[in-house]
């Protein structure tokens, strides 16, 4: 997987979004120095593509716990597969749902609309940028 950096990068802006999607939160300094204080998904989609070169998955296997709850990217060469997995009871977890996507924008925009739809953690998404 390339990576591609989005035209007009704000300095820092990749390394927030690795942030954003790797932790699913940004303090409030963080939030302001991103452009309008928005997330620009072509610039999630590289950081989701650096991450997942450098580490195989997202959330980075450092920061997820072994039991996980949500949703999390896994990159098997070329495709980019999609788990997602549920707490239905106390310290007891549904099975993981998968879904294979074929670009990583596909898969990041499946992730966000997971998590937000329009917003992470209430940073809200550029999806026009």
């Known amino acids: 997987m390339p990576r ?6 704000v300095p820092g802006e990749l390394a927030l979004c690795e942030q954003l999607l790797d932790t699913g939160h940004l303090n409030v300094p963080e939030r302001r120095a991103l452009p309008d204080g928005r997330a ?6 590289a950081a989701a593509a650096a ?12 920061t997820r716990s072994l039991d996980f709850m949500g ?3 896994e990159a098997d060469g070329e495709q980019v597969h999609l788990h ?11 099975p993981v749902r998968t879904r294979t996507f074929a670009s990583v924008s596909e898969a990041v925009r499946a992730y966000v609309e997971i998590l937000g739809p329009d917003h ?4 809200p998404i550029d999806y026009t940028s």
Not at 51 to 62: K, N, V, Y
Not at 84 to 94: D, H, I, K, L, N
């Open 84 to 94: 997602e997995q549920y707490e239905v009871g106390v310290a007891r977890f549904g």
């Open 40 to 45: 620009r998904f072509s610039v999630l989609v």
């Open 51 to 62: 991450i997942l070169q450098a580490d195989g998955s997202l959330p980075r296997p450092e």
């Open 71 to 73: 949703v999390r990217l």
């Open 120 to 123: 992470i953690d209430g940073v």
């Open 4 to 9: 591609t950096v989005p035209k007009h990068e």
